[in-house]
């Protein structure tokens, strides 16, 4: 089977959608001219358009700070406090379950295997985590004699948009009240609440019940 890179995926979708004006998609394919773009755009990143010739690597300029001065207009640090979120883990009732339903409420991490690059797997399972294939819930051994679960039992993970199920439980050294999936195959469950200042999806902290 022939599979063709992301980039690649990519950028024939843009050459159809948007064309080649003001920007021309097609050389895009070429990830040194995309290499030379960003060296043009993005302050610090000069070196990178010459890493095909240099084969070396590189540190961002402007990064690095051997005297107490940053490029602000005082030269001076600026510093911020960020509030701490008021969390609280999920219940049975967050999902309309009676008090004695079986199953548990868990907080739901998304994250890659060892043997994945973004979105490209090149292996099943995931060795350092102990999980054998892309179908599995990581979970401590206590949440899941709470639930009376078994090891490598089937079971449905909810969340708000939707359900997963024949998932194998693997109790792993994983704090109580977690759990941890792959991405993107647990997606489907969740519609990710976005972060409103820099519009990163809360792929680490979702809430789903697990029956």
Partial sequence: MDIISE????TNIAVKVLGTNPIDWSRLHDTAYIRQLIAKTIPGYEKIGQLDQTQTEF???GRIFT???FPTSTGK??????PLPTLKAPQKQDFNQPENAPGIALILGTGRSYGQHNTVVYQMGDKYRGMPHRHCLLINAEDAKKASFQEHQRVTVQGDAGKLENIELIFGPIREGVGFMFYPE?????KAKIDPRCGTPA???VPVWVF
């Fill in 203 to 205: 792929y680490k902290r």
């Fill in 77 to 82: 640090a600026q510093m911020s406090v960020t």
């Fill in 186 to 190: 647990a997606n489907i469950l969740f």
């Fill in 67 to 69: 005297e107490p001065h």
């Fill in 7 to 10: 980039v690649e995926l990519l």
């Fill in 59 to 61: 540190t961002i300029s």
